[in-house]
């Protein structure tokens, strides 16, 4: 399976910061690659798709990159709603896989 | 704007077998190319795609489940549905149904639905 590990864990912020995740495969993928934003209590949201495609209707603050198998995700001005937890996904191969998850906290 | 809700027992003993179904509204579950998918987060940990279906019947699943994962589709009623067998208290979990475009990402999702394994 391909292993896909974010950093850090958890990050705290204020609002009006920028902010960046990131996640890395455990093998190459190219750019098969989605972030999620979670919040408590709701299911996933898909934000950004192929590494760096905005999803209809998600606001322009979040933007995805990719260098090699590292993979960034970056909110570059905190609002309130943005506070969450965000995962990345693999969708290279079987079994698609998620990474361990960020929680986004209020600093 | 295509819709998924969960549904079945919250509730399953140890060794049992849990099922529950996704019902689709707002589109039907045979347009576009899409597959549909079961995806499971135990209480405060990540989240395990758990297997895929085609409306053809075509399936995928996650070899970490082995043979207990079973995921079917009616397409008269527009809903895909899980068996998950033999359950433990491992498998307690949020069950999400979700749609998956062709290139592998989980569009839209179902809110949920908690299923606890216990006597």
């Known amino acids: 399976d391909i292993q896909m590990t974010q950093s850090p864990s958890s990050v705290s912020a204020s609002l009006g910061d920028r902010v960046t995740i990131t996640c890395r495969a455990s093998?190459?993928?190219?750019?098969?690659l989605a972030w999620y934003q979670q919040k408590p209590g709701q299911a996933p949201k898909l934000l950004i798709y192929a590494a760096s495609t905005l999803q209809s209707g998600v606001p322009s603050r979040f933007s995805g990159s990719k260098s090699g198998t590292d993979f960034t995700l970056t909110i570059s001005s905190l609002q309130p709603e943005d506070f969450a937890t965000y995962y990345c996904q693999q969708a290279k191969s079987f079994p698609y896989t998620f990474g361990q998850g960020t929680k986004l906290e209020t600093k | 704007q295509v819709q998924l809700q969960e549904s079945g027992p919250g509730l399953v003993k140890p060794s049992q077998t849990l099922s529950l179904t996704c019902t689709v509204s707002?589109?039907?579950?045979?347009?576009?190319?899409?597959?549909w998918s079961w995806i499971r987060q135990p209480a405060g940990k990540g989240l395990e795609w758990i297997g895929r279906?085609?409306?053809?019947?075509?399936?995928d699943y996650n070899p970490s489940l082995g043979s207990r994962v079973t995921i079917s589709v009616d397409t008269s009623k527009n809903h895909f549905s899980l068996r998950l067998s033999s359950v433990t208290a491992a498998d307690t979990a949020m069950f999400f149904c979700a749609r998956m475009t062709p290139l592998g990402y989980f569009d839209s999702w179902g809110p949920g639905a908690l299923v606890t394994v216990s006597s």
């Open positions: 279906i085609y409306p053809t019947g075509s399936t």
């Open positions: 707002g589109g039907s579950i045979s347009s576009g190319s899409y597959h």
């Open positions: 093998q190459a993928i190219s750019s098969w």
